[in-house]
């Protein structure tokens, strides 16, 4: 079942790097639609990233909170009081690809776990889950930053709860993609049916996972209050997020992407090899 189209994006909510701040719109260091930027490092290959211990620093970055790590658990994504985000940010990119991540998501109403796909074009691929919704996942995408599409976001119920492990698997080619839910296949976007192609997410991309406060009544708005379930009562406490792994496997086998124009597609890429 899709959901309506909402204006807030998960890549723009665990965009900022600074603890307390949450953004209203999408960001970029540098996007190339609007000028010539540097090449993105690329996967190249694929990769399971087990959790169970502090990442190299040239894979990924943590960003806001701290995260911790658990040889069971796995990277442990915790929100302690108002203003808090957690985020960890894959330092390279790549250009269609599958991940498959190994999560449980938080608890509390208004608190929201992410995984997130985000290019320096404003591609967006997202899992979404509600803390105080534990029946439903939720899918969505946006291309070239454009938040105000209609029937970005499907909605997906579950055998079980989200607080359970799961694998959340995504699927990417220039044709499709595909959302699957421990090993079914939950929904398929064709290309053509993003506003014929120009919607589509289709720019090298990275992997972003983290958790937020949508209930924050101090730094949110009312429609994203709403949308997230509701005000979060801090009070009910810590609110922790579990990722065990992430495998990610890039369908290129380059070592860096570079746009050669500004049209946002797939096609103006270029692959270093």
């Not at 579990?242 to 496997?249: P, Q």
Request: proline share 4%; glycine share 10%; with cysteine.
């Amino acid at each position: 079942m899709l959901s309506s189209p909402r204006s807030v994006s998960a890549l723009a909510l665990l965009a900022s790097t600074l603890v307390g701040s949450a953004v209203a719109q999408l960001s970029t260091k540098c996007n190339p639609m609007e000028k010539t930027c540097p090449a993105d490092p690329a996967l190249g290959t694929a990769h399971t990233f087990n959790f169970n211990s502090t990442p190299p620093e040239d894979t990924f970055t943590s960003e806001a909170v701290e995260i911790t790590y658990d040889e069971t658990e796995g990277a442990i994504f915790t929100i302690s009081e108002q203003g808090q985000s957690t985020t960890l940010a894959s330092n390279f990119y790549f250009f269609f690809g599958k991940t498959e991540v190994l999560m449980k998501a938080a608890r509390g109403q208004g608190i929201i776990s992410s995984i997130v796909w985000g290019s320096d074009t404003l591609d967006e691929v997202d899992w979404e889950f509600k803390g105080g919704n534990e029946t439903f996942a939720f899918s969505n995408y946006f291309g070239k930053g454009n938040t105000n599409a209609n029937d970005t976001g499907g909605d997906h119920k579950l055998s079980g709860s989200i607080y359970d492990l799961h694998n959340y698997t995504t699927v990417w080619t220039k044709d499709k993609l595909e959302w699957h839910l421990d090993g079914n296949l939950l929904r398929t976007l064709h290309a053509a049916d993003a506003n014929d192609t120009h919607n589509f997410p289709q720019t090298p991309m990275t992997l972003r996972l983290g958790s937020w406060v949508g209930g924050d009544p101090k730094t949110q708005a009312n429609g994203t209050i709403e949308w997230a379930g509701g005000e979060t009562d801090f009070s009910k406490g810590p609110f922790s997020m579990y990722v065990k792994s992430a495998r990610v496997e890039d369908f290129s086998s380059g070592k860096e992407y570079t746009y050669t124009d500004k049209s946002g597609s797939w096609e103006s890429i270029k692959i270093t090899e």
